[in-house]
C-alpha cells in the first residue's frame, strides 16, 4: 500500500513540473514575439586619430651639470688675510676683488730693490763719463788705451747690474700683485673658508674658496652606442639639440651637442656626451642629476596614443573602427615616448583607433563613440 501511494505522488509531481515548463515556455515565446527580434550589443568606446606628422628622434638618458670652468682659489704668498671682499655663495663678475693680503713685507723688499737700482743707475752715469772721458783723452794721446777698454767693462757691468736689479724689482712687483686676490671669471663663489687673520700659505692644500662658472654649464650623459652614427651625421648638418630638466619639476634648459668622446666604453657600450646650456637663469646647478632629451632629428611619421596599442601573442596591434566596427589591426611599434607611439608598419594615417574599451571589442563588435573623459 505504501509503494502504490508514493508511485502516484511521484506521478503527480512530474505532471506538474512539465505543465509548469510549458507554461513558462510560451510565455517567453510571446514575450520574445512581443519584443521582436535582438539587437546586437554594442560597446561604447572612447577614440583617437591617427596622425602624421613630426616627431622628434630623441634619446633619453640621465646627466650631470658641470661647470665650464672652476678654480679653487689658493695664496701664492705666505703671508695674512687683511680683508674679504664677498658674501658667502654670493655671484662675482670678472675681475672682481675678493681676498686682501697682508703685503707690508713685500713693500720693503720693493723698496729695498727700487734703492739699489738707483745706486746702480747713479754708478753706470759715472762710468759712462768716465767712458766719454778717456775716449776723448786717447785721441789726444793723453791716456792708454788700456784706460778706455777698462772704462768701457765697468759700464757694461753696471748696465748689466742695472738690468738684474730691474728683473728683480719687477719680480717683487710680481709677488705684491698675488696679495690682491680677484675673480678670473663671472661665477658664484663658495663659502670662504678663511676670514681676516688667517695664515695662508702656498703648501695649504684648502682652497681659499671655489669659483664655478654658472653660465653657460656642461650637462654630461652618455648613450648607447647604436646612436652614435645617427648622431654623427646629425652633427654633420647641424647641431643636434639637448634639453635638461630638474627632476620633479618642471624647469628645463635648452642646448646643443658640444662634443663626443672618442671612444665607446666597452664594458657598458655607452658613450659619452656633452651638451652645453645658456643656463642664463641659473636654472641648473652644477653637480645636480638631470633627464636629458638628446634630439637627433625630426622625421614624418605615424602616431597615435600609446594606450591605443595592445600586445598579444602574435605581436601588437590596435583596433581600427570603421562604418561603427572595430577590427584588429597588426603594427609594428617603432618607439614610444611622451604618451604617443610612432607606428612604422599597419596604419596608414588618419584611421581611427580605439584608446579606452579594448577589452570588450573583438574583431566586428559594433561600437559606438564616446567622449573623452574629463581631464583625459
Known sequence: ????????????????????????????????????????????????????KSVPVDVDAIGTVTPISSVALKSRVETTIVSVHFEDGAKVAENDLLFTLDSRQIDAQIEQAEGTLAKDQAQLEGAQRDLRRFTDLVGKGATTQVNVDNAKTQSDTLSATIKADQAALDNLKVQKSYTLIRSPFAGRISAANVKVGNFVRPADTAPLAVINQMAPVYVTFAVPQRVLVDLRDAMTKGDPGVTATIPG????????????????????????????????????????????????????????????????????????????????????????????????????????????????????????PRAKKAGA
Open 1 to 52: 500500500m505504501k509503494k502504490n501511494s508514493l508511485i502516484v505522488v511521484a506521478g503527480v509531481i512530474g505532471i506538474a513540473a512539465v505543465a509548469a515548463y510549458a507554461t513558462r515556455a510560451s510565455w517567453m515565446g510571446s514575450a520574445t514575439t512581443a519584443q521582436g527580434p535582438q539587437r546586437p550589443r554594442m560597446v561604447s568606446v572612447e577614440l583617437a586619430k591617427a596622425e602624421r
Open 249 to 368: 619639476h618642471q624647469r628645463s634648459e635648452s642646448g646643443k651637442v658640444a662634443m663626443v668622446e672618442n671612444t665607446v666604453d666597452a664594458t657598458t657600450g655607452m658613450v659619452t656626451v656633452r651638451g652645453i646650456m645658456n643656463n642664463e637663469n641659473e636654472t641648473l646647478w652644477p653637480g645636480t642629476l638631470v633627464a636629458t632629451k638628446l634630439v637627433i632629428r625630426n622625421e614624418n611619421a605615424i602616431v597615435v596614443p600609446t594606450v591605443a596599442v595592445q600586445r598579444s601573442q602574435n605581436g601588437n596591434y590596435v583596433f581600427v573602427v570603421k562604418d561603427g566596427a572595430a577590427k584588429q589591426q597588426p603594427v609594428k611599434v617603432d618607439r614610444t615616448a611622451q604618451g604617443v607611439s610612432v607606428i612604422s608598419e599597419g596604419l596608414t594615417g588618419d584611421e581611427s583607433v580605439v584608446v579606452d574599451g579594448q577589452l570588450l571589442l573583438s574583431d566586428g563588435t559594433r561600437v559606438e
